[in-house]
């Protein structure tokens, strides 16, 4: 079982920064991993990063490689999202969910058991 709760989305200009936390709780696994995934308007959940709690491997969409960095606190059961270089089209609620088994395609949603409530991320001038 895992609880997970998202915040740090807000209003930035584009080309400006934000950073979204994932704390995790309730955990009874030892091995689990996080991904963040994004929701626009109208379009279908995407995966956006992913990592893993136990090693810190990690794995991006295409669209975000080189602006978006993803780590951990183990010790804080959080996960970050440092989105740098916003761009309007970034503009999505964000949801961060948690797989406790084996992952094979880590950006895929239905590999994800738990999820929390999301937080909204606006990139507007």
């Known amino acids: 079982q895992v609880r997970l709760v998202e915040s740090g989305g807000g209003l930035v200009q584009p080309g400006g920064s934000l950073r979204l936390s994932c704390e995790a709780s309730e955990v009874t696994v030892d091995y689990y991993a996080i991904g963040w995934f994004r929701q626009a308007p109208g379009k279908e959940r995407e995966g956006v990063s992913y990592?893993?709690?136990?090693?810190?491997?990690?794995y991006y969409t295409d669209s975000v490689k080189g602006r978006f960095t993803i780590s951990r606190d183990n010790a804080k059961n959080t996960v970050y999202l440092q989105m740098n270089s916003l761009k309007p089209e970034d503009t999505a609620i964000y949801y961060c969910a948690a797989n406790t088994g084996v992952i094979a395609y880590p950006l895929d949603p239905y590999e994800y058991e738990y999820w929390g409530q999301g937080t909204q991320v606006t990139v507007s001038s």
């Open positions: 990592i893993s709690i136990s090693d810190g491997s990690n």
